[in-house]
């Protein structure tokens, strides 16, 4: 489909930051976005970019009531040369359609989810920050539009994309930061919606991580639903541990999400020297492992961080200290591979890489 397209004069067009270094995660939106319509009877159509605008939404749109909404979280670079690059976009795609099947809506073509980023990517390209540690964070979302009250799916929607030029994900930068471990207050259960990124995900953890907030620590640690004991995310991040030599993170049962970032980690260790292994592990194993220093590194993943490596961690009251609070050698070194590769400081012999033309 042709994509419309309002483009505002350049005196319109909003001041660029002066310190890229100096960006707050989230805060501060481009020019443009992208927005496309569906409806039963015509399905995906009217695809446009205009101006960043307030969406005009009726009080009884589905999304408010019934939580029928999905999201993506993806970043593009700017690479030595110039060049705009993304990060495994058609994963992003993959998932954002697994996403809406599960929560009742329709799907959208990879190729033209592909094709709107790049268009809307094309016309922000001085949103690009290039510094290391900095990016153009990218938030495709798909919300239920049709005004109706009952429990049922909506027969509209809206997908729309936003941009936002962000600095590091936690203050502290690629620093080792706290968790706390909640035994009381679950992410998600079997047969529930873990596995999709789905709003209502995040909205029932934001109790439990103001919790930690207030108790000093940055992230949750999630627990399982059902015994509360085995470890499943670490905030809206993939966990991994070093525990004697050896690579583990836990395995995708269907209670957390299929982070892009933890597949490429797992795809990329043994090249760099590392064996993995999928396991669950429970909190009193992790625990006793600190302790006994056969523990020497945890850390999450995700797209805002990509590896954010764990210091401390609090469970029941009781505090126990990661590697000296310190990062480790191996949050590093596969810090400094993904990153190298998703700036084009290297090259990608993965394939990984999708340079916008």
Same mark, same amino acid.
């Given at each position: 489909?042709?994509?419309?397209?309002?483009?505002?004069? +350049?005196?319109?067009?909003?001041?660029?930051?002066?310190?890229?270094?100096? %960006? %707050?995660?989230?805060?501060?939106?481009?020019?443009? /976005?992208?927005?496309?319509?569906?409806?039963?009877?015509?399905?995906?159509?009217? $695809?446009? &970019?205009?101006?960043?605008?307030?969406?005009? %939404?009726?009080?009884?749109?589905?999304?408010?009531?019934?939580?029928?909404?999905?999201?993506?979280?993806?970043?593009?670079?700017? +690479? $030595? !040369?110039?060049?705009?690059?993304?990060?495994?976009?058609?994963?992003?795609?993959?998932?954002?359609?697994?996403?809406?099947?599960? /929560?009742?809506?329709?799907? &959208?073509?990879?190729?033209?989810?592909?094709?709107?980023? !790049?268009?809307? #990517?094309?016309?922000?390209?001085?949103? &690009?920050?290039?510094?290391?540690?900095?990016?153009?964070? /990218?938030? $495709?979302?798909?919300?239920?539009?049709?005004?109706?009250? =009952?429990?049922?799916?909506?027969?509209?929607?809206?997908?729309?994309? &936003?941009?936002?030029?962000?600095?590091?994900?936690?203050?502290?930068?690629?620093? $080792?930061?706290?968790?706390?471990?909640?035994?009381? @207050?679950?992410?998600?259960?079997?047969?529930?919606?873990?596995?999709?990124?789905?709003?209502?995900? *995040?909205? =029932?953890?934001?109790?439990?991580?103001?919790?930690?907030?207030?108790?000093?620590?940055?992230?949750?640690?999630? #627990?399982?639903?059902?015994?509360?004991? *085995?470890?499943?995310?670490?905030?809206?991040?993939?966990?991994?541990?070093?525990?004697?030599?050896?690579?583990?993170?836990?395995?995708?049962?269907?209670?957390?999400?299929?982070?892009?970032?933890?597949? +490429?980690? #797992?795809?990329?260790? +043994?090249?760099?020297?590392?064996?993995?292994?999928?396991?669950?592990?429970?909190?009193?194993?992790?625990?006793?492992?600190?302790?006994?220093?056969?523990?020497?590194?945890?850390?999450?993943?995700?797209?805002?961080?990509?590896?954010?490596?764990?210091?401390? %961690?609090?469970?029941?009251?009781?505090?126990?200290?990661?590697?000296?609070?310190?990062?480790?050698?191996? !949050?590093?070194?596969?810090?400094?591979?993904?990153?190298?590769?998703? *700036?084009?400081?290297?090259?990608?012999?993965?394939?990984?890489?999708?340079? @916008?033309?």
């Amino acid at each position: 489909m042709e994509i419309k397209k309002t483009v505002l004069p +350049s005196e319109k067009l909003k001041p660029l930051f002066t310190d890229a270094t100096a %960006l %707050l995660f989230g805060k501060q939106f481009t020019d443009y /976005m992208f927005t496309l319509d569906y409806t039963k009877e015509k399905g995906w159509h009217n $695809p446009e &970019i205009k101006p960043y605008s307030m969406l005009t %939404l009726d009080p009884a749109a589905l999304v408010f009531h019934y939580s029928q909404e999905v999201f993506e979280g993806q970043k593009a670079y700017k +690479s $030595p !040369s110039g060049d705009i690059l993304l990060f495994r976009p058609r994963e992003n795609a993959r998932r954002l359609n697994k996403s809406l099947e599960r /929560m009742c809506m329709p799907t &959208i073509p990879e190729d033209d989810i592909l094709a709107y980023e !790049s268009e809307l #990517l094309k016309l922000e390209k001085r949103w &690009i920050p290039d510094q290391k540690g900095t990016a153009l964070y /990218m938030r $495709p979302t798909v919300i239920a539009t049709e005004a109706v009250l =009952g429990v049922r799916p909506s027969s509209r929607f809206l997908f729309y994309i &936003i941009l936002s030029p962000s600095g590091p994900y936690f203050p502290e930068g690629f620093n $080792p930061v706290g968790l706390w471990s909640s035994r009381e @207050i679950s992410r998600a259960a079997e047969g529930g919606t873990g596995a999709v990124k789905a709003g209502g995900n *995040y909205g =029932g953890s934001l109790l439990a991580i103001q919790t930690a907030v207030d108790k000093g620590y940055s992230q949750v640690l999630w #627990l399982d639903a059902k015994e509360h004991r *085995y470890i499943e995310e670490a905030g809206a991040m993939n966990l991994f541990f070093v525990i004697n030599d050896k690579l583990i993170t836990p395995p995708l049962t269907g209670t957390i999400l299929p982070g892009i970032t933890r597949k +490429s980690i #797992l795809e990329i260790a +043994s090249d760099l020297g590392i064996q993995t292994e999928e396991k669950m592990i429970t909190i009193e194993e992790l625990c006793e492992g600190i302790q006994e220093e056969t523990v020497t590194e945890v850390f999450g993943a995700g797209t805002a961080a990509v590896v954010s490596p764990f210091g401390k %961690l609090n469970v029941d009251g009781e505090e126990y200290i990661i590697n000296n609070n310190q990062t480790g050698p191996w !949050s590093k070194k596969i810090y400094d591979e993904l990153t190298a590769i998703q *700036y084009g400081e290297k090259p990608d012999p993965y394939g990984w890489v999708y340079t @916008i033309t």
